[in-house]
């Protein structure tokens, strides 16, 4: 009779991709003290030199350095794909940097793989600070069992999913872990939500915020391209990715008719409990990335 999978007899990969970000040590140190020694902590690092000094102070952690391929910039996907490629676990775990998880973590995170035949669990993600935007997210999940997508932040999976789904789309400089989640549901995969598996993330300050709405915008542009079968979802699920770039593109109205910037009231007042108006401003800004995307001739190539 096979024995029933744990944390004890199954390998795990934790999966961490990092460029330049020394909240790595943060993460590193949290994760050991966290899970235990025989969980595999694997980190791909496309900082050059500027890490060394971290990776000292960790000597179990497997640090494999990287160097794009593709010559990109931005190499999330390729990063990613080298994580996979390393990890020796039969179950891999996708984290960020500058990322710390709750003590049962692990332990919530496995239980659907585990114990309910799951293939894919997709923890929160919480700001410390109360009132941010991304934890309103997390608010809308609560009672959700199955996820449309997952960030690969928080993400547990099989490894033969990996295989059988397909590498992370290296085209892609923002959004390969949706376009994944897209291509592993089309495929039949569900994505579990578990919310008692909590991770935290430092968002940094407004100007980073400010660049990745923007950033997230231009990547719902390739996501979208990539899976037109998900156009459905702008007003089913994903109606910010159409209600803001609609709303920029009829901002001439205001010239004639100023009574139009009022419609602003109603996100604000929607999102009170939450920063209401940089939360607004900064789905404003994510629109606006969705419009300079569809507007640049070059985006069929990302």
Known sequence: MEAQKSIANTKISIVIIVKNDRGIEITL???????PQTVEIVVIDASGDALKDIQAKFPTVVWKYFISQSGKKISIPEQRNVG???????????????CT?????????MKPLFTENEKMV??????????????TQNLRNENIMYLNEAPTMNLALYKEVLT?????????????????????????YK????????LYHDWGDYMDEMRRAYRYGQARVNIYMNHPDKIGDLVKSDYISLIYPVFILLLPLA???????????????????FKPFQTTFLNLVFGWGILTKLLDKRHIDK
């Open 29 to 35: 140190k949290n994760l050991q003290e966290n899970v």
């Open 255 to 273: 010239l004639v008719w100023p009574w139009y910037l009022l419609l602003l009231l109603i996100p604000i007042i929607k999102n009170w409990q």
């Open 164 to 188: 059988k789904v397909g590498p992370f789309d290296e085209t892609f400089d923002y959004g390969s872990d949706v376009d994944f989640v897209t291509r592993a549901r089309g495929m039949g």
């Open 122 to 135: 997709s923890g929160a993600i919480w700001s410390k600070d109360e009132k941010n935007i991304h934890n």
């Open 101 to 109: 998880v709750e003590k049962n973590w692990l332990e919530e995170l």
């Open 191 to 198: 994505v579990r939500n578990t919310p008692k598996a909590i």
């Open 84 to 98: 996979v490629a390393t990890a020796t676990g039969e179950v891999v775990i996708f984290v960020d940097a500058n």
